[in-house]
């Protein structure tokens, strides 16, 4: 009885992703399963957090030296296309300087990925501007030193 179970998960599985990957594309069906940067950067000098039209949060984290980011994260609790976009926003913003990094926006993030479903264009526009915010966040604490 297992085994029967077990493949009618597994043949759910594969077709879940099979159609997943149909409808958003395999670049964002390989960010979603396996993105980049995910997580919070403890040693962030930057760092922001935004919330989005359909609830979803985006956070993104830098640690910027010398005006030119070193590192940097995100974390999202939304759906597999804020991870695919917070993914590439944190990869984008990687060894840019901090006038490089503030010019990343959706159009960007749509050239690595492909595009996206009309319902989830948001996800990018949320990760470019989350990025955008941690970028001015350090900024402006810089500024008040």
Same mark, same amino acid.
């Given at each position: 009885m ?8 597994? &043949?759910? &599985?594969? &077709? ?6 149909? /409808?958003?594309? $395999?670049? /964002?069906?390989?960010?979603w !399963?396996?993105? #980049? ?8 000098t930057?760092?922001? #957090?935004?919330?989005?039209? %359909?609830?979803?949060? =985006?956070?993104i984290y830098? #640690?910027?030296? =010398? #005006?030119s980011?070193?590192e940097? $994260?995100?974390?999202?609790?939304g %759906?597999?296309?804020?991870?695919? %976009?917070g $993914?590439?926003a944190?990869?984008l913003?990687?060894?840019k300087t !901090?006038?490089?990094?503030?010019t ?9 990925l492909?595009? +996206?479903p009309?319902? *989830?264009?948001?996800c990018?526009?949320?990760a470019?501007?989350? +990025? &955008?915010?941690?970028i001015?966040? *350090? =900024? @402006?604490? @810089?500024?008040?030193?």
């Open positions: 297992a085994s029967k179970l077990d493949e009618f998960v597994n &043949q759910c &599985q594969r &077709q879940i992703f099979a159609e997943t990957k149909e /409808v958003y594309g $395999s670049g /964002v069906f390989k960010r !399963l396996q993105p #980049r940067f995910f997580g919070k950067l403890p040693n962030a930057g760092a922001a #957090r935004v919330t989005g039209p %359909c609830g979803e949060s =985006m956070e830098l #640690r910027i030296e =010398m #005006r980011i070193k940097s $994260s995100f974390y999202t609790d %759906c597999g296309a804020s991870i695919a %976009c $993914s590439v944190a990869e913003a990687l060894n !901090l006038d490089e990094a503030v990343i926006g959706a159009d960007a993030i749509f050239a690595v492909g595009e +996206l009309e319902e *989830h264009e948001h990018a526009v949320l470019a501007e989350t +990025l &955008q915010a941690a001015h966040n *350090h =900024m @402006q604490s @810089q500024a008040e030193h």
